[in-house]
């Protein structure tokens, strides 16, 4: 068994990296062997719109026309049985290094063969051999935790991108927010970047997303991604009917 975190800081010793060590610990304290990606030591170049992943529609892995450090990524992921995704938020979102990467590989594991309510072309997931556990860590710059839905946009997003790109299900997300070993004085709080610690609690409770992706993997609880979980509200049978159904696309008249 496999774990592999993915890391979209650029800082090689900060609060997400550290958080992103311990659940890469805790899942080989569960027995798992780990395997950790830092980003920013890759060459990861802008996705430039040729759609010669979207065009292959057989491969398991599309093609790509950029040649960098993304493909062996790709091969990464392939092998592994969980993902860990993780970024510093940033304006309440993920890095763009983490945005680029996952722009970078979404057609390349994913064909446009989906369909759900009506929606045709949608991603359905290329690497369909098994199912992936999946899950998220972020870390906050200066917003408690007690606040993370005023400043976690970033977290929905790779839950939902992480599964369908890997086959898989989020099984375990964490917000890192601030934590202050002392009340800062007035003019200390334009360096709460600098001054932010990691607490004992967060640490254990990355190493804990840790041994529960192992425990999932183990007791084959992970489902397959779930396009109509998309939508929530409906069942798979009644997202099923419905996409019979409804057409929302607009035909153009002569």
């Not at 892995?61 to 091969?75: H, M, R, Y």
């Not at 839950?159 to 002392?182: H, P, S, T, W």
């Not at 709460?192 to 192992?214: C, D, H, N, P, T």
Request: charged fraction near 25%.
């Amino acid at each position: 068994m496999k774990i592999l975190g993915i890391n979209g800081s650029h800082r090689p010793n900060g609060a997400t990296m550290n958080l992103t060590r311990k659940a890469l610990e805790g899942a080989h304290s569960a027995g798992a062997e780990t395997e950790l990606v830092m980003l920013s030591e890759l060459e990861i170049r802008y996705c430039t719109n040729c759609l010669k992943c979207y065009s292959d529609i057989e491969s398991d892995i599309a093609p790509c026309s950029i040649d960098d450090g993304v493909g062996k990524v790709l091969e990464k992921i392939r092998d592994a049985d969980g993902i860990i995704l993780s970024s510093p938020v940033h304006n309440g979102f993920v890095t763009g290094l983490m945005t680029t990467f996952m722009e970078r590989i979404a057609w390349r594991l994913c064909r446009p063969t989906g369909e759900i309510l009506g929606l045709r072309g949608i991603p359905a997931p290329r690497l369909t051999e098994k199912t992936r556990a999946v899950a998220t860590i972020v870390s906050a710059g200066c917003m408690p935790t007690k606040l993370r839905k005023f400043c976690d946009t970033g977290t929905p997003w790779l839950k939902e991108q992480g599964a369908i790109c890997f086959n898989g299900e989020c099984v375990a997300d964490m917000y890192a927010g601030v934590v202050l070993d002392r009340e800062l004085e007035k003019d200390e709080w334009a360096r709460i970047y600098f001054i932010r610690k990691l607490s004992e609690k967060q640490l254990q409770e990355a190493f804990g997303i840790g041994v529960k992706m192992v425990d999932a993997i183990k007791n084959h609880r992970i489902r397959p991604a779930n396009l109509s979980g998309m939508v929530g509200i409906f069942s798979d049978t009644a997202a099923r009917v419905l996409s019979k159904i409804i057409n929302p696309y607009e035909i153009k008249k002569s």
